[in-house]
Nanobody, 123 residues
Framework: QVQLVESGGGLVQPGGSLRLSCTASGFVLDYYALGWFRQAPGKEREFVGTIAWSRGATDYADSVKGRFTIIQDNAKNTMYLQMNRLKPDDTAVYYC????????????????WGQGTQVTVSS
């Protein structure tokens, strides 16, 4: 069955970096788009970034552009989220998600979700 497993979260100081991983299994990635979303306490889940796996094309939320980068590793069926210059506002549970077809920024269009990994940015 479809499975997405995130890892790599933790506590980091403002200005620091962190790399999250999302390993996919149970489906052929070339026919899917993967996305990163995050949910801070008391807030709705929001779009962070997405990749159309077969093309390697990416898109990001304005709040993370220039700081976050999605990296794909075809050999490991793994998507990474490299997060640089982290801010306290980036504190959230980060989720990866998958949907058939092309990318999307609307979370409702994603059919499969991982369990989430906590990222805390604090001094």
């Amino acid at each position: 069955q479809v499975q997405l497993v995130e890892s790599g979260g933790g506590l980091v100081q403002p200005g620091g970096s962190l790399r999250l991983s999302c390993t996919a299994s149970g489906f052929v990635l070339d026919y899917y788009a993967l996305g990163w979303f995050r949910q801070a306490p008391g807030k709705e889940r929001e779009f962070v970034g997405t990749i159309a796996w077969s093309r390697g094309a990416t898109d990001y939320a304005d709040s993370v552009k220039g700081r976050f980068t999605i990296i794909q590793d075809n050999a490991k069926n793994t998507m990474y989220l490299q997060m640089n210059r982290l801010k306290p506002d980036d504190t959230a549970v980060y989720y990866c998600a998958a949907k058939p077809g092309t990318w999307a920024i609307d979370l409702e269009r994603y059919a499969y979700w991982g369990q989430g990994t906590q990222v805390t940015v604090s001094s």
